[in-house]
């Protein structure tokens, strides 16, 4: 018997052990992953307010103090408009991770006139890890292919392994209590009393005064069967061309000259 395929078949059935052995295996050079599936139900809308406020000043004006409040504290600001201000800030506590805080404000208008405006603010935090790449030299001869060298390099990578929105409600306090500096809060009992305008108001138009109209068009229309001549005013009927007026058969009648 020759050892030989069995030896091969051993090596083979071994390398595919170790194979899937390493597929199924979550490595440990990235924290943070979940080495389960956990079932997750977002328990959002509720009625806390956390996210938004209302504010006594315009919205321009607001959305400008939500750029000033966030350049205060070091926010790269890229996106900076009269309804939505964005701004980027990236933090580091261990020397293997890293966060990314990106904060959006919407400045919506409230109020007939817009002179109040509602303030919504979210932030989304990205955590990244660093992974550690190890890289390979190797030489390519032409007719015996390419050659591996004892020469390694390893290459730190930024991994990103979480994203989420921020629901810390003393994030939010402490964000709004700085953006009270630039513009004033409404209290709590005035937020009901400041509701968003949806549809603006529908403009009254002035009602155009009734033209008079003149007196021959307000005279009444003939009768079926009736003259035309029997509807028109008395002046009229002495100017109707081609026929005489009464006047003028009696002057005949008496043998006097009409004109």
């Known amino acids: 018997m020759n050892p030989r395929p069995f030896r091969l ?3 083979i059935a071994a390398t595919l052990a170790l194979a899937l052995a390493a597929c199924s295996a979550i490595p440990d ?3 943070a992953l979940e080495r389960g599936v956990v079932p997750f139900k977002p ?3 509720d009625s806390s307010g956390t996210f938004m406020r209302h504010v006594g000043a315009p919205q ?3 959305c400008e103090a939500a750029r000033r409040a966030l350049l205060s504290q070091g926010y790269l600001v890229h996106t900076a408009s009269a309804d939505l201000v964005a701004g980027r800030k990236y933090y580091q506590p261990q020397t293997d991770t890293h966060y990314a ?3 959006r404000i919407v ?3 409230e109020g007939a006139q817009g002179q109040n405006t509602s303030v919504f603010a979210s932030a989304l935090q990205d955590r990244y890890v660093i992974k550690k790449v190890n890289n390979s030299a190797s030489l390519g001869v032409g007719g015996i292919g390419s050659v591996s060298l004892p020469v390694s390099a390893t290459d730190d990578t930024l991994v990103k392994v979480g994203s989420e929105t921020l629901r810390d409600s003393q994030f939010y306090d402490r964000f709004f209590q700085l953006f009270e500096r630039y513009v004033p809060l409404l209290p709590a009992g005035a937020q009901d009393e400041s509701l968003p305008l949806l549809i603006p108001p529908a403009q009254s138009q002035p009602v155009a005064a009734p033209t008079s109209l003149p007196a021959a068009a307000l005279a009444p229309l003939p009768a079926p069967g009736a003259s035309p001549d029997a509807t028109l005013p ?4 002495h100017d109707v061309p081609g026929q005489e007026s009464p006047l003028h058969n ?3 009648q008496d043998g006097e000259d009409p004109s």
């Open 60 to 62: 321009e004006r607001t």
């Open 29 to 31: 050079s990235v924290p």
């Open 250 to 252: 009696d002057a005949r």
């Open 101 to 103: 805080i990106e904060l």
């Open 107 to 109: 400045c919506a208008p």
């Open 9 to 11: 078949r051993t090596a």
């Open 234 to 237: 008395t002046d009229a009927q």
């Open 43 to 45: 328990n959002d809308f």
